[in-house]
C-alpha cells in the first residue's frame, strides 16, 4: 500500500502582468506548533518549529495548507526579501482538503502585494513550476516539472479522505508545503504532500477543490467536503448485467454498501444501479470522465457545495428512475481520520487513563501502529462497524495509560486495551466509564477488556480516595476533559 506523507513545503508567484518580479506575493511562514500527545491525552507534546509557504490572495489573505498551521501557537509571516516578522491568524482552515486562509492584523503587511489569480485544471503532461522555501536556505527556490497524472488521491492531513489531485515530477521538498504551483501566469495547484521512497514525485490540491474550499468559506465558516459514504463496485460481468436486465453499454456501477448517512440511505438502496451522478455517466468501472481525467465516480458528489443536490439516474429492479441526492459533510467516521479541532478526551480514574480510539490513538504507537498484538484496536476501529453494525461501539474506549500508585500496584493490564465493560457497564462511549464509576455501589471496580476478555479490579474505596494524590503527583490538572 502506498503510504503518503504530509512535507512541508512552500511556493510563491505573485501576478503582476509581468515576468520580472513574481516573488513580491511569495509569502513565508513560520510556525510554532504544539500537538497534543495522544496517549497521555492530558499533556501536549513539546513546542516544535516548522516552515511552510503561503501565497496572497485576494481580500488581503495568505492561502497555505492546513497542516502548516495546525496546532500554532504563533504564525508568523514574511515577505520577499523582507526580515521583518509579522504576526497572522488563521481565519478558516480546513482539514478534510488541507486548506487555509491567514490574515494579518498589520496593514503594512500587503502594502505592494498583488493577489494571484487561479486558472484551471492543467492538462496532463503540461509544464508547471513551484515556487517556495525548502529546508536548507531562506531564499526562494523554483523548481520545473510536468503533470504526470491527475485522480483522487488519499490526503494526508486527514488522513480518511481521496480528493482529486495532481501529481508533479517537480521536486516538492520538505519546506515547500503552501505554495502556488504556477501555468502560464496562474495558479493551477497548491503544493501540499509527497509520497514515501519516491524521488521527485509530489501533489498538489488542483483548482476545483480550492474554489470549492473557497466558496465554502464563503458564509463565513468551512463545513466541508461531501461525503455520501456510498461504495460503488464496478459491473462489467455479462451475466450479472444480463441478470439485472442492464443495456449492454457498458455504464453504471452497483451501490455495494451504504454508511448510515440519512440522505443517503433515503434516495438509494443497496444494489441500485447508478448510472449517471450530476452530469457525469458513471462507467461499469465505477469511474466518470472529467476533463479529459478518467477518475473515481465519487468526484461528482464532491464538486457539489454542502447542502445541494445531485441529480442521479438509476436502475431498479429493472427499469431507470431518477432521484436526487442531497449531499453533505459526514463525522460518522471522525475517528478513523486524523483529529485537528481539538484535544483529546479523557478520563483519569485511580491512576487509569481512558481515551477514546482512533487513528491518533494508534499513531502514537510509533512504527509499530499495525503490530498485530495490536489487532483487535484496528478491527474496532475500523472493521466492526462494517461487518457487524448492530453491536459496533459509538466510541470504542481504550485504557491508553496506567499512572502508578499504591491504588493500583496490582493492576496486571498497563496500557492500550480495549474496554469492554465496567461494573457490567457495557462501554460504548467515554461518558459510560464515568458513569460507570461513579454509580458503582459494589466493594470492588470490576474491569473487564476485550482483549483476551481480561478482567481487572479495584478497591473501590481505596480508588477514591486515592484519586485526588494520583492527579497532584503527575501534574494532571483534571481528571476529565470531555
Known amino acids: 500500500m502506498k503510504k503518503l506523507i504530509t512535507i512541508l513545503v512552500c511556493a510563491a508567484w505573485a501576478l503582476t502582468g509581468r515576468a520580472g518580479d513574481p516573488e513580491k506575493s511569495v509569502i513565508q511562514i513560520l510556525v510554532f506548533a504544539q500537538p497534543p500527545a495522544w496517549e497521555t491525552p492530558w499533556r501536549s507534546e513539546p513546542v516544535r518549529r516548522q516552515g511552510g509557504s503561503g501565497f496572497v490572495i485576494q481580500g488581503k489573505r495568505i492561502m497555505t495548507n492546513a497542516h502548516v498551521v495546525s496546532w500554532a501557537r504563533q504564525i508568523l509571516v514574511r515577505r520577499y526579501q523582507d526580515a521583518r516578522p509579522y504576526v497572522a491568524e488563521v481565519e478558516f482552515i480546513g482539514h478534510d482538503c488541507d486548506l487555509a486562509v491567514l490574515t494579518v492584523a498589520d496593514a503594512r503587511f500587503f502594502a505592494d502585494l498583488p493577489a494571484l489569480e487561479f486558472g484551471g485544471l492543467p492538462k496532463v503532461r503540461s509544464t508547471v513550476v513551484t515556487y517556495g522555501y525548502p529546508a536548507g536556505g531562506e531564499e ?32 516538492i521538498n520538505p519546506g515547500n508545503s503552501g505554495g502556488p504551483v504556477i501555468q502560464d501566469d496562474h495558479v493551477v495547484g497548491v503544493a501540499f504532500q509527497g509520497l514515501q521512497g519516491l524521488e521527485n514525485t509530489g501533489f498538489f490540491i488542483p483548482p476545483p477543490v480550492i474554489q470549492h ?82 477518475l473515481g465516480a465519487a468526484l461528482a458528489f464532491q464538486l457539489a457545495q454542502a447542502g445541494e443536490s445531485v441529480p442521479l439516474r438509476v436502475w431498479r429492479q429493472g427499469r431507470e428512475e431518477a432521484v436526487s441526492l442531497k449531499v453533505g459533510p459526514y463525522s460518522g467516521d471522525k475517528a478513523t481520520g486524523y483529529q485537528h479541532d481539538g484535544p483529546p478526551r479523557y478520563f483519569v480514574y485511580a491512576g487509569l487513563v481512558f481515551t477514546p480510539l482512533s487513528l491518533d490513538y494508534l499513531r502514537s504507537f510509533g512504527r509499530n501502529n499495525n503490530d498485530t498484538a495490536h489487532s483487535d484496536l484496528i478491527y474496532e476501529l475500523y472493521y466492526h462497524r462494517l461487518e457487524h453494525p448492530e453491536t459496533a461501539r459509538t466510541e470504542p474506549v481504550v485504557l491508553a495509560a496506567l499512572l502508578p500508585d499504591a491504588a493500583n500496584a496490582n493492576f496486571g493490564m498497563r496500557s492500550r486495551a480495549l474496554v469492554d465493560r465496567i461494573n457490567g457497564v457495557r462501554i460504548d462511549k467515554i461518558d459510560d466509564v464515568i458513569r460507570a464509576f461513579e454509580t458503582g455501589t459494589n466493594t470492588h471496580d470490576v474491569i473487564q477488556f476485550v482483549t483476551d476478555q481480561a478482567l481487572e479490579c479495584l478497591d473501590h474505596a481505596e480508588a477514591a480516595k486515592a484519586n485526588a494524590s494520583i492527579l497532584k503527583n503527575y501534574a494532571v490538572t483534571k481528571d476529565r476533559r470531555l
Open 213 to 294: 474550499f473557497l466558496k465554502d468559506i464563503d458564509k463565513g465558516h468551512y463545513e466541508g467536503f461531501p461525503h455520501t459514504g456510498i461504495r460503488l463496485a464496478a459491473l462489467q460481468n455479462p451475466a450479472y448485467r444480463e441478470r439485472l436486465k442492464l443495456p449492454d453499454n457498458d455504464l453504471g456501477a452497483r451501490v455495494d454498501a451504504m454508511l448510515p448517512i440519512s440522505d443517503t440511505t433515503q434516495a438509494l438502496k443497496e444494489d441500485d444501479v447508478i448510472l449517471q451522478a450530476g452530469a457525469f455517466p458513471v462507467a461499469s468501472d465505477a469511474t466518470i470522465l472529467y476533463q479529459g481525467n478518467r
Open 140 to 171: 526562494i527556490s523554483y523548481t520545473r516539472g510536468v503533470v504526470s497524472r491527475i485522480e483522487l488521491e488519499a490526503y494526508a492531513q486527514i488522513g480518511n479522505r481521496h480528493l482529486l489531485a495532481g501529481q508533479t515530477d517537480a521536486a
